[in-house]
């Protein structure tokens, strides 16, 4: 295949291939080189003429552009449809889950919630004047445990400076592969993550409740055994919002939480102490649980993209959509975030949710969102990168119109204001975060997700702490070079080797096999523990 043309009313036709000057392809000639992944016009424009792909509009051509003419950022100008109140869909129907009918996940069992797909303690500092003590702890926990993960690149300058000091060249010195030395001294703790940020004091209240609400997020999580809060004592994140968002977010919270106000403790030394010697028996603790055969109901999976290309939208973000929709239809939940890569398929999402209600609050949460970035002199429109840009997503409304099919087809059972968490399940959940990639999969894990679905077609090096982050690639291009980043492959899609129905059912496969912990995503082996709380503003 040369080209495809998503929806039968598009006008904007997308190059599967490089198509040169005069080149036909379907049932159209192409007036001038349009590289993979971009868009050609179908049909003559005049200035101002609405431009349309997957069905709804993505542009406004700023100027006449005949058949065959590649759409670019300087003849094509972000524009969407207006949206308004919900006008319900007919009836979902579920995919056929047959198949796994039946089917588990061996998964950690906590008495007040969800199963989770990994077992980990945190540490977290309410505020970031706690960021050295946290260090501290880091490099003695991982070293003296068995979880410190150098991988090649300590040996690898270890023998830079051996050589140099020698008087030898280092020119041609390769990386070896990593000597991951002794098993951890607690085996059934996936690890001990340190969750390290800026905020806690200097900004508003308001901001202090919101971190308050995220942290508690994590601390709450089905991924989670137990905490470890250290805390100065004069902060705005004062000890007792944590207190107050754990109990508004678990009322039967039960989970070790072991807390160190450092304005308390008689000496930094005394607080270490005490917060090392806590935390070590808390993690041994945690090394008494096991996996146990959990029901598919408990998942609740994220589905993010960051890095993404011109086939993102035709590729994995389907594939993705198709194995949220088999996962609901197993009685599991799907969370979609990032409302600035929404923008323009509203309507279609408002016609979704499974009440007026619901329909009224996502649209009030992205209304504010957009006239707030408008209010800072930015907007929507302003979301995608240059890299987006050179490979094909040249307005927003095409970026999120893409973006969308992460969501599948199901219901839209409830919608988040963050930090809240996901407190239906068996639909899919939309959550209001930014399009920023790590932003966003920091609330959707303190939202309550399990395992992230992340599609890039560059290549994007993001993991959480605690939640395991299944990387796709867009294009069996990306995937082959970087191999040590990419989980699944949705390039055979592009290729016409397979369809979007057979790479879901496979990733929902991997997704079950990673909730099992039978399959390590790329993002856990490379430690890509990224971990950005949103602080209240604009960020695209």
Partial sequence: MLIQQIHPSDDAIVGLRDLAPGQTAGSWTVREAIPAKHKFTARPFSAGERVTMYGVTVGVTATALPAGARLTRENLLHQTDAFSTRRPVPAWTPPDVSRWRGATFQGFRRPDGPAGTANHW???????????????????????????????????????????????????????????????????????????????????????????????GYVNHPNVAGATILSLGCQHAQVSHLEAALSERNPHFSKPLHIFEQQKSASERQLMQDALRATFHGIASA????????????????????????????????????????????????????????????????????????????????????????????????????????????????????????????????????????RKKGGLVLCNTPGNDVESTTAITAAGCTVILFTTGLGTPTGNPICPTLKISTNSDLARRLPDLIDFDCGPIIEGAQSIEEMGAGLLDLTLRTASGTFTPAAVRLGQDDFIPWKRGVSL
């Fill in 287 to 422: 090394n008494d649980l096991r996996r146990e055969p959990s029901p598919v109901s408990d998942l609740i999976i994220g589905v993010e993209c960051g890095g993404s290309d011109g086939f993102s939208g035709l590729s994995a973000n389907p594939a993705v959509g198709h194995a949220s929709d088999l996962l609901i239809a197993l009685g599991g939940t799907s969370v979609l975030s990032e409302f600035p890569e929404l923008c323009g398929i509203e309507q279609s999402l408002c016609d979704r949710c499974v009440d007026d209600a619901t329909a009224e609050k996502f649209a009030s949460l992205i209304r504010r969102y957009a006239r707030a970035a408008e209010a800072c002199g930015s907007g929507f429109d302003a979301n995608p990168s240059p890299g987006n840009i050179r490979d094909g997503l040249i307005t927003d409304a095409m970026k999120s119109a893409g973006a969308a099919k992460k969501g599948g087809t199901a219901p839209v059972i409830e919608v988040l204001d963050y930090p809240d968490p996901v």
């Fill in 122 to 216: 945190i540490v977290i500092p309410l505020v970031f004047c706690e960021s050295r003590n946290l260090a501290l702890m880091r490099e003695a926990l991982l070293d003296a445990l068995g979880y410190k993960k150098s991988g090649p690149y300590l040996a690898f300058t270890r023998s830079l400076a051996q050589r140099w000091l020698r008087g030898e060249k280092t020119e041609h010195l390769a990386l070896e592969e990593a000597d991951h030395g002794a098993a951890p001294l607690f085996p059934h703790v996936d690890g001990v993550k340190f969750l390290d940020h800026t905020l806690g004091c200097g900004g508003t209240r308001a901001d202090a409740e919101t971190l308050c609400g995220l942290l508690a």
